[in-house]
T-cell receptor, first 119, second 116 residues
Framework: AQKITQTQPGMFVQEKEAVTLDCTYD???????LFWYKQPSSGEMIFLIY??????QNATEGRYSLNFQKARKSANLVISASQLGDSAMYFC????????????????FGKGTLLTVNP | NAGVTQTPKFQVLKTGQSMTLQCAQD?????MSWYRQDPGMGLRLIHY???????DQGEVPNGYNVSRSTTEDFPLRLLSAAPSQTSVYFC???????????????FGEGSRLTVL
């Protein structure tokens, strides 16, 4: 079973509008972390935002916010005031303990959502 | 600020050839990992290391070997390349995985490998 599910292969948004990219996750651990990365067409991976499982408030970083709904196991990325430069592939990822001791962590990625911002 | 450096950026191999993808980081990160990215598959973990002398398998380890003799370097070896290993490979590192605040991965620029 997939641990990270991104159900939107592609999304379109008009410049200056807000857009939500969906991410659901599956874990039985209580301690985990959720990440969003951006990959523009140039190929590099850019860290955007992080949410810890014990964080009560939604994470925000500039125009990025993470809508964390723990009971629903969702961690959607919201981009406000979209810009043409936001056009890219976006990956949701989860870090969870490899074992019950939590001494090792692995980061598991979803398959990504390709966002296109139209002028 | 070198960060994570991968070499080569592009490589073409013939089936059966061997090669090593190099990865070096200068941030004194304990955790290093290799991912492969294939269309529609996202990034999949190949191998990872939590410190010098310690390596472990990820989701798709078959056909790849790694070693971690120093904190800085984490090479990925393909012993006998196959067309199925055609992919973009990313090396990524992070601060210590224990007690860290975010554990965000710092990625190299990627290495595009084609196996004919």
């Amino acid at each position: 079973a997939q641990k990270i599910t991104q159900t939107q292969p592609g999304m379109f948004v008009q410049e200056k509008e807000a857009v939500t990219l969906d991410c659901t996750y599956d874990t039985s651990d209580q301690s985990y972390g959720l990440f969003w990365y951006k990959q523009p067409s140039s190929g590099e991976m850019i860290f955007l935002i992080y949410q810890g499982s014990y964080d009560e408030q939604n994470a925000t970083e500039g125009r990025y916010s993470l809508n964390f709904q723990k009971a629903r196991k969702s961690a959607n990325l919201v981009i406000s005031a979209s810009q043409l430069g936001d056009s890219a592939m976006y990956f949701c990822a989860m870090r969870e303990p490899e074992n019950s001791g939590g001494s090792n962590y692995k980061l598991t990625f979803g398959k990504g959502t390709l966002l296109t911002v139209n002028p | 600020n070198a960060g994570v450096t991968q070499t080569p950026k592009f490589q073409v191999l013939k089936t059966g050839q061997s090669m090593t993808l190099q990865c070096a980081q200068d941030m004194n990160h304990e955790y290093m990992s290799w991912y492969r990215q294939d269309p529609g598959m996202g990034l999949r973990l190949i191998h990872y290391s939590v410190g010098a002398g310690i390596t472990d398998q990820g989701e798709v380890p078959n056909g790849y070997n790694v070693s971690r003799s120093t904190t800085e370097d984490f090479p990925l070896r393909l012993l006998s390349a196959a067309p199925s290993q055609t992919s973009v490979y990313f090396c990524a590192s992070s601060y210590s995985v224990q007690g860290l605040a975010t554990g965000e991965l710092f990625f190299g620029e990627g290495s595009r490998l084609t196996v004919l």
